[in-house]
């Protein structure tokens, strides 16, 4: 379970981020802070796997936190959720490695993709202590340039290749795995989700996070219908 710590002056907006992130599997809310100084004892005693952070905060910006969350609880992601659009807080946020920068309003399909190419990243990032060079690709390409990503087909990808991809899918009510695709397909997992992943940008399938017999998520893809 991803535990989640949400940074937010406005309380109505806050709860409502609360509310999104009990719609989605594998997170939970441990805690809402709505200054910097209650954010430093959130993070300092609960060390949160994700941190929701706003800039505009009434003690200090958000970014000001940063330092602070980077010494006290260093293993802790950030997801911007913000009205900030200033070309400097934009790039101190990039350089500090923030996983991604959400403008307000944004819709609860938004959070939600936001959130799930997180929790893929970080499933990845566990899933082995070596990482082959696609997988370092996909998680570079999901955690900076997402909407690049969408935009233009990657390179690599074999019309034949998709096409047994994509018969297999529409062959399996239910789903797919990219292990279980590799191994249907004779190739490799990160290949498999490459491919995967390629076809849920360009809406020929969706994904899904399920949670096996062991309780651990796993992502599913199935073809749209």
Known sequence: MIEVLIIEDDRRIAEIHRRFIE???GFQTVGLAYTGIEARDWIQSLTPHLILLDVHLPDMKGTELMPFIQ???????????TAASEAGIVKK??????????LKPLTFDRFKDS??????KR???????????????????????????????????DPSTMAKIREQLGHAAAG????????????????????????VSEKLARAELLYG?????????????
Request: net charge negative; proline share 4%; hydrophobic share 40%.
């Open 123 to 157: 499933q990845s990032l566990d899933s082995a202590d070596l990482l082959d060079e696609e997988t370092i690709q996909f998680l570079w390409n999901k955690a900076q340039a997402a909407e690049t990503e969408q935009a233009a087909t990657p390179k690599g990808i």
């Open 115 to 120: 959130l799930l190419a997180y929790q893929a």
């Open 176 to 199: 797919f795995t990219a292990e279980e695709m590799g191994a249907a397909c004779g190739m490799s997992r990160s290949t498999a989700r490459r491919y995967l992943e390629y076809l």
């Open 213 to 225: 017999t062991i309780g651990r998520p796993e992502r599913r893809y199935f073809p749209t219908v």
């Open 93 to 102: 946020a990039l350089r500090s490695g923030v996983s991604d920068y959400m």
């Open 23 to 25: 719609r989605i599997d």
């Open 71 to 81: 010494q006290h609880s260093p293993d802790s992601d950030i997801i911007f959720i």
